[in-house]
Nanobody
């Protein structure tokens, strides 16, 4: 059974930074694309960022491009999201997810395993 556990969320002022981490279980962590999604109250879950199995390709939503950076350490089974220049509209629960064997990295339905989420709140 694959488990994903996020950490690093919290309350920060606008313009500040946070670093989210996701620890995964299983020996095949490095075989899969990993993604970050977020969901604000009353809104659908939306794509934030994804990283290929090797880490050689990264993908970002337009709303976070230039501010967020995704990275992974396959030796430690971790994927991280460095979030800088945070804005109040970044407030949401952030989820780490492991993509399955098919489907676009941009769509939640392409991911088969999800963490429990971590709250990020950006105050103005």
């Amino acid at each position: 059974q694959v488990q994903l556990v996020e950490s690093g969320g919290g309350l920060v002022q606008a313009g500040g930074s946070l670093r989210l981490s996701c620890a995964g279980s299983g020996r095949t962590f490095g075989d899969y694309t990993m993604g970050w999604f977020r969901q604000a109250p009353g809104k659908e879950r939306e794509f934030v960022s994804a990283i290929s199995p090797s880490g050689g390709s990264t993908y970002y939503a337009d709303s976070v491009k230039g501010r967020f950076t995704i990275s992974r350490d396959n030796a430690k089974n971790t994927v991280s999201l460095q979030m800088n220049s945070l804005k109040p509209e970044d407030t949401a629960v952030y989820y780490c997810a492991r993509r399955g064997n098919s489907g676009s990295q941009y769509y939640p339905l392409s991911y088969t395993y999800w963490g429990q989420g971590t709250q990020v709140t950006v105050s103005s």
